[in-house]
């Protein structure tokens, strides 16, 4: 599981830094892929739901920009397609769906680098916390009041820097090629 970092840090908080651990940070690219993998079921499935050529669904997955809107579609033509019994496991899936999705958001859309205090991780801080960080440190921190400790103090309460271990990038990995092993298998009781 990914560990929220304590002080002291020696943070590098630059894409350009995790090429100085490229074995963890191709871990992100994999994980990327893989949800394009996950993505492709959907859309056939939806095309299987439908009725249609996978190619139709998709065309009609991917012209739907939100995930969450994705899952909505995919919901609603099943609850038209599929019997009580299949629509209940269909629900299942969906929320290991938005379990896998949330935890692929959170890889991909982090700023990422390392901590030279953590030399077998890749550190991780979300977007949101970063842009926000930028307004507290100018806004919160003068030149007269600097110190170590309250800068550190300010990244651990702004930024919550997460250490990513290999071990961690291999456990989502593994729960993305299990979804998209339990995908097929369900495309294949979807009924023709």
Known sequence: ???LLRPPYQLDINPNALAA???LAAKIGIIAALWSRVEMWLGVILGDLLGTEPKFGLAMYFA???TSARMDTIAAVASERLDPAMMI???KLLKTIRARARERNRIVHSNWGISKKHSNAIVSVATDDHVRFWHIASREFQDSDRSLSNWEDSIWRSLKPTAYIMADFETIINRLNDLISVLEEFRKTIPR
Do not use: A, G
Request: proline share 17%; net charge negative.
């Open 1 to 3: 599981m990914p560990t």
């Open 21 to 23: 651990r490229p074995d």
């Open 64 to 66: 739907i920009v939100s």
């Open 89 to 91: 496991e269909f629900e």
